[in-house]
Structures are given as structure tokens and as C-alpha cells.
């Protein structure tokens, strides 16, 4: 939270995450304006998994807007597990094989160090480890907005 203004979320500089606790929980970002909407910013993760099921509804536009990256280079990961669900609109299809992704998973201002540079596999997924154990995610790619990496153990609608 941003004490200054109390209605908005900005994770600063490094790797910063939104994590649901609890269990039915619905996030909606699907009414933040794509640009210039400072409500929510600087964030490079968010988890769903809570402690039961919950949803997360977002554009993939919104990749930018949370980021705070204003290029093709912003990636955005969405954590969760079996159960939760991803209500994703403006996706398009999953990244061809070959997609690089590059993530400073250890926000030092560089993608050099391992496990930071990935290439998307024949089915559009990328094997990584952010934080919470090793996961595979499926690459949603588009040069105008970024990069969303979706947990594969998330229903995505």
C-alpha cells in the first residue's frame, strides 16, 4: 500500500507480489484503465492460491499497467494451483515455441543470472521457479504489451 494516497498499491523498485490469503476470493482488474491508472503499479507477480479456491479477472493489456514497464519487455507472473481460476480477456493464443521470456527473478537490474532467461517450449509453456518451488507456466506473448506467464495448474476461461 502507498500510505500518501491509501486507495492504491505500488510495489516500487525489485520484485514485488499481490498474494490472495484466503479461500472464494474474487481480484478484478478487468476496471483499470490501461495507462495512467496508478491505483495499482509496480507489480511483477500475483498469486491466487490463497487457501482454497479463488479467481483472478485481467487483460493481458493491463501487463503494462501493473508492471510499470512501458515496453514489450514487462512480464507479468500469475501464481496459483488446481482450483483457482484466471479470467483472461485480450490474450490472444499461447507464445510460439521459441517465445524468449526474461525475468530478474531477483530484481538486480539484470536477466543474466540462471533460471532468469527462458524459452517457451513447442506447447507455449516455460518451466520456472518464482519463489514458490519449481512451476511450469503457460506464455501468453504480445510485442505491444508484454509477456503473461500463467501457472499451468490454473484454469484459464
Known amino acids: 500500500m502507498n500510505d500518501a494516497a491509501p486507495d492504491t498499491i505500488d510495489g516500487g523498485t525489485g520484485i514485488d507480489s499481490i498474494a490472495l490469503l484466503g479461500a472464494s ?4 482488474f478487468t476496471n483499470l484503465t490501461r495507462f ?10 500475483i498469486d491466487i492460491t490463497g487457501t482454497g479456491n479463488n479467481t483472478l479477472a485481467i487483460d493481458v ?6 508492471t510499470d514497464l512501458l515496453s514489450a519487455s514487462a512480464v507479468l507472473v500469475i501464481d496459483g494451483n488446481a482450483g483457482d481460476t484466471v479470467n483472461l480477456s485480450g490474450e490472444g493464443s499461447v507464445a510460439p515455441a521459441g517465445t524468449v521470456v526474461e525475468v530478474d527473478i531477483n530484481g538486480n537490474g539484470n536477466v543474466t543470472d540462471p533460471g532468469e532467461r527462458m524459452t517457451a517450449t513447442s506447447n507455449g509453456t516455460v518451466a520456472a521457479n518464482f519463489g514458490l518451488g519449481p512451476a511450469s507456466y503457460w506464455v501468453y ?8 506467464l500463467v501457472n499451468t495448474a490454473v484454469t484459464i476461461l
Open 36 to 45: 495512467g491508472d496508478s491505483r495499482v503499479e509496480s507489480i511483477e507477480r
Open 61 to 66: 493489456s493491463q501487463v503494462l499497467e501493473l
Open 25 to 28: 476470493l474474487n481480484l478484478d
Open 141 to 148: 506473448s504480445d510485442s505491444t504489451w508484454g509477456k503473461l
